[in-house]
């Protein structure tokens, strides 16, 4: 199991509105069954840590790519995609093995 993390460094005082369309696009695919609950989450400036942040989080069984052969990407979920790039100054995608105790 995954943990796959989305980083967007956004312009300042624009954090919780990149969050509220990044919450928007992470319900379009999940209702598409692309994606499990995913969790949005940021910093505006007033709490500890890097500011102008905004973090989207989300668990699957393995890391596939959207351009993979027959993935339909939900035309929604690009044109809000479209909304967030117009705030963003730089991304990045993360992933992360969880450990299982079992294995």
């Known amino acids: 199991m995954y943990l796959i993390r989305r980083v967007y460094d956004v312009?300042?005082?624009?954090?919780k509105n990149v969050a509220q369309l990044v919450a928007k696009q992470a319900i379009i695919y999940e209702k598409s069954g692309q994606r499990g609950p995913t969790?949005?989450?940021f910093n505006g400036g007033t709490?500890?840590?890097d500011k102008n942040v905004v973090y989207m989080e989300w668990q699957d069984e393995s890391i596939k790519s959207p351009y993979r052969e027959g993935n339909k990407i939900p035309?929604?979920?690009l044109e809000v995609?479209?909304?967030v790039r117009e705030h963003?100054?730089?991304q990045r995608i993360e992933f992360f093995e969880l450990f299982n105790l079992d294995k």
């Open 11 to 15: 312009k300042p005082g624009m954090a």
């Open 47 to 49: 709490l500890p840590g």
């Open 75 to 77: 035309p929604e979920a």
């Open 88 to 90: 963003v100054i730089d």
């Open 39 to 41: 969790k949005v989450y």
């Open 81 to 83: 995609g479209s909304q």
